[in-house]
C-alpha cells in the first residue's frame, strides 16, 4: 500500500515563501504521476499541480508563475515551491499519487496571514 507523508506547512505572511515535501515509500516512484491538491475550509478540494515521471508539469492557473513543482525519483519525494503566497492560498494540501488509482497523504496546514 502506498504511503505518502507531506511536510513543510506552516505560518507565513503574504509574499513569503514555503517549501512542501512529500515522501513516498512502497511505490516504484518513477512511474507514478505526482501532484498536489488543497482544500480550504468550506471548500471542495482543487487541483493545484502535477508532476510526470518524466518531468512535465501542469498547474491550475490561480498558482502559475508563483509555484513550482519538482520532484527527486532517487528520493521518492516530491516537492512544491510556493512563492510570492496569498491569503487565498490558505489550505490544506495534500500529495497525491496516481497510476492507475489514487493514494493520498494526510496533509499539510498551510495558513498566509494577510
Known amino acids: 500500500q502506498v504511503q505518502l507523508v507531506e511536510s513543510g506547512g506552516g505560518l507565513v505572511q503574504a509574499g513569503g515563501s514555503l517549501r512542501l515535501s512529500c515522501a513516498a515509500s512502497r511505490i516504484i516512484f518513477s512511474i507514478y504521476t505526482m501532484g498536489w491538491y488543497r482544500q480550504a475550509p468550506g471548500k471542495q478540494r482543487e487541483f493545484v499541480a502535477t508532476?510526470?515521471?518524466?518531468?512535465?508539469?501542469n498547474y491550475a492557473d490561480s498558482v502559475k508563475g508563483r509555484f513550482t513543482i519538482s520532484r527527486d525519483n532517487t528520493k521518492n519525494t516530491v516537492y512544491l515551491q510556493m512563492n510570492s503566497l496569498k491569503p487565498e492560498d490558505t489550505a490544506v494540501y495534500y500529495c497525491?499519487?496516481?497510476?492507475?488509482?489514487?493514494?493520498w497523504g494526510q496533509g499539510t496546514q498551510v495558513t498566509v496571514s494577510s
Open positions: 508532476i510526470t515521471g518524466g518531468g512535465s508539469a
Open positions: 497525491n499519487a496516481n497510476r492507475v488509482s489514487d493514494a
